[in-house]
């Protein structure tokens, strides 16, 4: 699957911070410690409604999580599949008499112009479920000759009872696991199961339904297994970090962490499992199926500076809950204005304090709301600066180009 072109990300004078994260496995902001080079597994979209501002809260934290590593010196592997085939977008097909495959293009096509316009860094590997079925097949088959999964009908799925440390990184009790997972993909009610709880890992082909045929016969990949699969082949047995919103917490990440774990024999799978957290309108999570979407591609075509949409977004806490408001907008669009008018200045105080400052608060667990506080407080001084330093707006320029991705 094609990848998004790369924004230009400027050369920072010295080298950043180790960065240093909230892991949702052991609740603590904890360092990354990534060698020479750094591996990420994020989650793609499942391609069936345009990007909203959850989608791009998200992407846009792994985004930062990917510049500062770059900072800091780092090679930066990052990895993200999209889910072109599964229920949710097959439901959507069937309502619409659209061709699935048709709809998934679209808004793959769609999310690529939204990531771009952006200035999210694209992954090295975008890669599609539907590419990938022969190499996840193939996972799954390791798992039934080890012993891991087994029969229902025609399906196979996957046995808990492989996985001694599963619940490791929710930290669940086993009825909020049930509840979680009958609302998230799974189906823990499903007749035949060893565990309510144990995740599919291959549906059989069923009439109406698109299937691949495999070594496992025809049929299609379960969700968490293809994630799984996906990350391993590409990034290696352990991650640095694998990321995503924090409804994928449980059971997407948990079940293929297990999924990756039981494959290698190694644990853990990754050594930061990143959570963002989520989006609202009107105080329900924005989802396509509450039909309660701010797209980003409709705000763009409405006239809005992608630069704005980036600043509303990064003015709270990646981890927190937010809501998106207009007035949040047009905060952002003032913040913007400010902001240009103060590098157009022919001089401004002194930049390398600020440099200092902002990485030190991104890689403190993306403070966000505090470096952008910070750049505000430099763009006032500059405002009033009667000085000759002239290299000061250019280097806020790209401090605040490499780091935040925002170009002013
Ligand atoms: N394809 C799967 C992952 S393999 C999937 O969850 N797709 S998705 O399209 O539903 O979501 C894509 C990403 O956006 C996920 O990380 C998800 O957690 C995140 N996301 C979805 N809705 C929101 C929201 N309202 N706020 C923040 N993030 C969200
Ligand atoms: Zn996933």
């Not at 709880?197 to 299937?211: C, N, S, Y």
């Not at 990646?318 to 207009?326: F, M």
Request: charged share 20%; hydrophobic share 45%; proline share 7%.
């Amino acid at each position: 699957m094609q990848s998004w072109p790369r924004p230009n990300v400027p050369r920072l004078p010295g080298t950043g911070q180790p960065l240093r994260l909230h892991d949702t496995a052991t609740g603590e902001i904890r360092p990354t410690a990534p060698g020479a080079t750094a591996r990420m597994y994020v989650c793609g979209i499942t391609p069936y409604d345009a990007t909203h501002l959850g989608h791009a809260a998200t992407y846009l934290a792994f985004d930062l999580i990917h510049r500062l590593w770059l900072d800091a010196g780092h090679d930066v592997h990052y990895v993200q599949n999209v889910t072109d085939v599964d229920d949710p977008l097959l439901e959507r097909a069937a309502q619409t008499g659209e061709e699935w495959s048709v709809l998934a293009a679209r808004e793959i096509e769609l999310f690529r112009t939204d990531m771009t316009a952006l200035r999210i860094l694209p992954p090295r590997e975008y890669v599609g479920a539907v590419e990938t079925v022969g190499e996840v097949a193939d996972g799954v088959s390791r798992l039934l000759a080890s012993g891991a999964a087994y029969l229902v009908d025609d399906d196979l799925y996957f046995s808990l009872e492989a996985a001694p440390r599963f619940g490791y990184q929710s930290g669940l009790d086993t009825a909020s696991m049930l509840t979680l997972a009958a609302q998230r993909g799974g189906d823990p009610e499903r007749a035949g199961k060893k565990d309510p709880l144990d995740p599919l890992l291959w549906r059989a082909a069923r009439p109406g339904e698109p299937a691949w045929d495999s070594e496992l016969g025809p049929g299609r990949p379960g969700w968490h297994i293809e994630c799984a699969v996906i990350a391993l082949n590409r990034l290696g047995d352990v991650i640095d970090l694998q990321g995503g919103g924090a409804d994928l917490a449980f059971p997407h990440h948990e079940m293929s962490a297990a999924h990756a774990e039981c494959l290698t024999g190694t644990w853990p799978f990754a050594r930061h499992y990143v959570h963002a957290g989520m989006v609202c309108l009107d105080g329900e999570k924005m989802s396509k199926s509450r039909g309660n979407l701010v797209l980003v591609s409709r705000l763009r075509e409405s006239g809005v500076d992608p630069a704005a949409i980036r600043l509303a977004l990064l003015a709270e806490h990646y981890r927190a809950d937010r809501s998106w408001t207009s007035e949040r907008l047009a905060q952002a669009q003032d913040r913007l204005t400010r902001w240009r008018a103060a590098v157009d200045r022919p001089a401004g105080p002194g930049a390398a304090p600020l440099l200092a400052e902002v990485r030190a608060l991104l890689a403190d667990d993306l403070a966000t709301p505090a470096a952008l506080a910070a750049v505000d407080r430099w763009a006032a001084e500059a405002t009033t600066y009667g000085g000759s330093a002239a290299a000061a707006p250019g280097l806020v320029r790209e401090l605040v180009d490499a780091l935040l991705g925002v170009a002013l």
